[in-house]
């Protein structure tokens, strides 16, 4: 049976949304907001913390596009953009963060150790979102954590725990971890660049649009979604035609029901032109 028009579109933000100057383009906001003048529901579906969605979000004001939602942290966060408010988090509580942080240790030896917090906002002041062990290196280009010592990187519930080792391949690192974490936590990454993501077992993006569905009365009859990387994976497996990116992991590319062009070459305007042209 043919696809469409869809009527929830669910995107990954770097390497699928954005291009690589960290820029939505104009193609790609006028098919959405055609796309949101035909009835259909947009929500960002990312690896991102909440504070890192704005740059983001502050691209398509004055447009038809409109951003309501967005999950965040893999699926670990259920985030109200339009309030500035998170309305729901899934994490794990210091003696698991704990034991995670052994393993880690003792699988990937000299790895860097980092903890995602969830607050009440994007900008909680009452909440030090990202803390990590001395000497993190941070394997973004705008590393905003707090340096603690490892016993405060483990001593509140956190969304992620995250294990970084700059050199080696994020591939590598989670099958090194993977035999050893067990149903402790969900192993994921979404860069190849020495970073593996770790969250509650069972929490992903497609756990948290499933979730953020139902609590904001989305529609989900007919979804669409986009993504490159390996914590996209069950996101485009769960939608109903899943889209992978042309420079996607094999990973990715594997789940996907599609595969487009490039996000540099607006390879999610291209699929949703179809119906919103």
Known sequence: ???????????????????????????????????????????????????????ITDQFDGTQAQVRYAVCANGAILYDVLHDRVIWSATLPPPVLVKLGEIAKQRIPGCGIAAERAGESAHDAATAPFVASAGYQHAWLNPDHVEVGDDDIYAEPAVKLLVRSPGMASGEMAQRLSGYVGDLAQITFSTDNGLVELSVPGTHKASGLERLAAQADLPSDAVIAFGDMPNDVEMLSWAHHGVAMGHGHHAALAAADEVTIGNNEDGVAVVLERWFG
Do not use: H, K, Q, Y
Not at 35 to 44: C, D, H, M, N
């Open 1 to 55: 049976m043919a696809f469409g028009p869809p009527t929830l579109i669910a995107s990954d933000v770097d390497g699928t949304l954005i291009d690589d100057e960290n820029r939505v383009s104009a193609r790609t906001l006028d098919v959405l907001g055609a796309a949101r003048g035909a009835g259909a529901e947009f929500v960002l579906a990312t690896g991102r913390p909440p504070r890192w969605i704005a740059e």
